[in-house]
């Protein structure tokens, strides 16, 4: 891996945020937004419920701060590479000396980079609208994130192979995978609420135990050791897995000769 | 014969069903435009994308620098280039910040003097702080260029590259082209469908045909093989009677291998 080339492919996306007032826009409204809207709804059911669910407003509010770090990463990794699809870019990219894992550990960076920026803006805005301290998840919330970040890249890598795969007409798969895991995903209840025969599912995916870690603390106060183990050994397979596919596709990519219909479209 | 930097041999690619490129075989000498000719669809950005690690061959190989390419893609792509009408660099950013990206990309130091060297060259250098989507055509395709030089290749594919450019820049881009391949003993492969374009740059040309290799030799050989006046001429027989001649070519003198012109 040449971190120069990684570099270079960040430096891309961060001239393109700075550059661009629109699209640095459309990395916060949506976040903001969407805390507000829930924020509020969450107040008011909190109210009209007198104390029934003590802690509603925290659980629910750190679910969406905690879940918007999920889809950021993923958003950053599949988006990365849509950029290089809008702009024609792609064949540029591709026949310039750079590895796939240069690539996707490039996407990655951008990943990392959208969560930094709306993580500390949600947090800004939570603690000012609902007094809700994101610090109180304590040390645990380094983890959280870093996992919850993991599995963003795992399911940003599958939603680019899908676009890799079935051309720019799969383009909107880019918002879609991530709502498609998130009813099996316990971010805003418990696993325990899914019928049986879905628990395994919800198990199997690392950011159902960074969500229940997260309410373990809210209301224990206990550091989720066991939640945490089960979240980063489940995100190392998913990301193990989640690259292969990707690596695979890209061979279909080049049997198919799918990269050039990228340049021409 | 001089060292061959791009050696193609018995290349094939298969669609499904459809041959697009059939046992494709030719070379380049170092210092040496290649031009790739044929009518739409026959094949020569296929073999293209195969020489630069886009299309994987169905069978066949492709050694460039003497490396065989599925091997030491890498390696071989950071001494190769690429430009075409076809693609563009990130319209969002601006001129001198995608050099910078690419010029990191392929490792070049220096990549400041580079720029400004290269967008002087193509008479680009007032509009480095420009958006690069808001350059004209002509302009794009010229920064694009410049973008194809910055790591000084020695083997460059161009894809039509003058395909938007108006008679004027496209000759002075053709003499500035020619001169820095010289200057610096590049290799290039070359597609264009502008005959006088070939005619001026090429050293040789290969007419394809239904992925086939029709007839090679210089741009002169092979006018005067057919009794044509003008490349364009041949141009024109071949794509109307190509497969006539694809029985002819067989036992044509037009074909002249690589090493003996
Ligand atoms: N990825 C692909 N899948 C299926 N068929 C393809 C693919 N790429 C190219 N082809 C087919 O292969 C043939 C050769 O295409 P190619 O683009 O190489 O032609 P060309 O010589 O560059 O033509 P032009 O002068 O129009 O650029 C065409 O018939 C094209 O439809
Ligand atoms: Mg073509």
């Known amino acids: 891996m040449n971190l120069e080339v990684v570099q270079a492919l960040v430096l891309r996306h961060v001239f393109l945020y700075t550059r661009n007032a629109v699209r640095f826009v459309e990395l916060i409204f949506w976040p903001t937004v969407q805390l507000l809207v829930w924020g509020f709804l969450t107040m008011y059911l909190q109210e009209n419920t007198s104390g029934d669910f003590p802690g509603l407003v925290t659980f629910l509010i750190g679910a969406l701060i905690l879940w918007d770090a999920l889809f950021r990463s993923q958003q950053g990794v599949a988006i990365s590479f849509l950029e290089d699809v809008w702009a024609r870019n792609l064949l540029n990219v591709f026949v310039a000396p750079v590895r796939p894992m240069e690539y996707l550990a490039a996407a990655c960076a951008v990943g990392f980079l959208r969560i930094l920026m709306t993580g500390a803006l949600l947090a800004v805005l939570a603690s000012f609208f609902y007094a809700f301290n994101i610090f109180s998840l304590g040390f645990s919330l380094v983890p959280f994130y870093a996992n919850l970040m993991a599995f963003g890249w795992c399911l940003g890598m599958i939603s680019t192979a899908c676009i890799l795969r079935w051309g720019q007409a799969a383009e909107s798969l880019a918002w879609a995978v991530p709502f498609l895991v998130q009813p099996f995903a316990a971010v805003f209840y418990p696993v325990s609420v899914l019928p049986e025969w879905l628990q395994p599912l919800a198990l199997a995916l690392p950011c159902s135990h960074i969500f229940e870690g997260m309410r373990q603390v809210m209301s224990d106060g206990v550091f989720p050791v066991r939640s945490l183990v089960w979240a980063t050994v489940l995100n190392l397979i998913f990301l193990v897995l989640a690259a292969l596919v990707y690596l695979r596709v890209l061979r279909i990519a080049r049997r198919k000769g799918l990269l050039t219909r990228f340049a021409s479209q | ?261």
Request: hydrophobic fraction near 40%.
């Open chain 2, 1 to 261: 014969m001089a060292e061959a930097t791009l050696e193609v041999s018995e290349l094939t690619k298969r669609f499904g069903d459809f041959l697009a490129v059939d046992g494709l075989s030719f070379g380049i000498r170092k210092g040496e435009i290649l031009g790739l000719l044929g009518v739409n669809g026959a094949g020569k950005t296929t073999a293209i994308n195969m020489v630069l690690g886009l299309v994987e061959p169905t069978s066949g190989s492709v050694k460039v620098f003497g490396e065989d390419l599925a091997r030491h893609r890498i390696k071989i792509l950071k001494r190769a280039n690429f430009s075409s009408s076809y693609t563009s660099l990130p319209g969002n950013l601006r001129v001198w910040q995608n050099m910078l990206v690419f010029g990191k990309l392929y490792g070049v130091r220096n990549i400041k003097e580079k720029m400004d060297e290269l967008l002087e060259l193509f008479e680009v250098g007032h509009l480095k702080k420009r958006v690069t989507g808001q350059l004209s055509a002509g302009e794009s395709t010229r920064v694009n260029l410049c973008k194809s030089l910055l790591n000084e290749p020695e083997l460059l594919m161009l894809d039509e590259p003058t395909a938007s450019l108006d008679p004027d820049i496209a000759d002075k881009v053709r003499k500035i082209l020619r001169k820095v391949q010289r200057d610096r003993q590049m290799s290039v492969l070359y597609t264009s469908h502008n005959m006088r374009d070939v005619e001026e740059v090429c050293d040789r040309v290969i007419f394809m045909h239904k992925g086939k290799v029709l007839c090679e030799g210089t741009p002169e050989e092979i006018v005067k093989s057919f009794q044509e006046e003008s490349l364009e001429h041949v141009f024109i027989r071949v794509a109307r009677s190509g497969d006539f001649v694809e029985e002819l070519g067989s036992g044509d003198g037009g074909r002249t291998t690589p090493g003996d012109s």
